[in-house]
């Protein structure tokens, strides 16, 4: 079992910039992909980035250029940092763990809100 803890969501003016972070705890060895998901109301989860073992990262196109995710191997923690948000990316954001086996690993989700 890996249990995830989220935090840095909340609310900044279009232009501006958040750090989420998501804490790793328990079976961390299984981890294979850390990564964030977002859901804005009325539409389906959506990757936004995800980062492997080994450095290796992926970006939605919408956020490629803005928004840059990293891990602390050490503390088993992700992170997403955002600059210029847009309103377009309002939505909670949830933290994604895929281990080598078995069922993906999902946070609580944090709200980011975008105003313009």
């Known amino acids: 079992q890996v249990q995830l803890v989220e935090s840095g969501g909340g609310l900044v003016q279009a232009g501006g910039s958040l750090r989420l972070s998501c804490a790793a705890s328990g079976s961390t060895l299984m981890i294979n992909v850390m990564g964030w998901y977002r859901q804005a109301p009325g539409k389906q989860r959506e990757l936004v980035a995800s980062i492997t073992k080994t450095g290796r990262t992926n970006y939605a196109d919408s956020v490629k250029g803005r928004f840059t995710v990293s891990t602390d191997i050490v503390k088993n923690t992700v992170y997403l940092q955002m600059n210029s948000l847009k309103p377009e990316d309002t939505a909670v954001y949830y933290c994604?763990?895929?281990?080598?086996?078995?069922?993906?690993?999902w946070g609580q989700g944090t709200q980011v809100t975008v105003s313009s």
């Open positions: 994604n763990v895929n281990p080598w086996l078995g069922k993906d690993y």
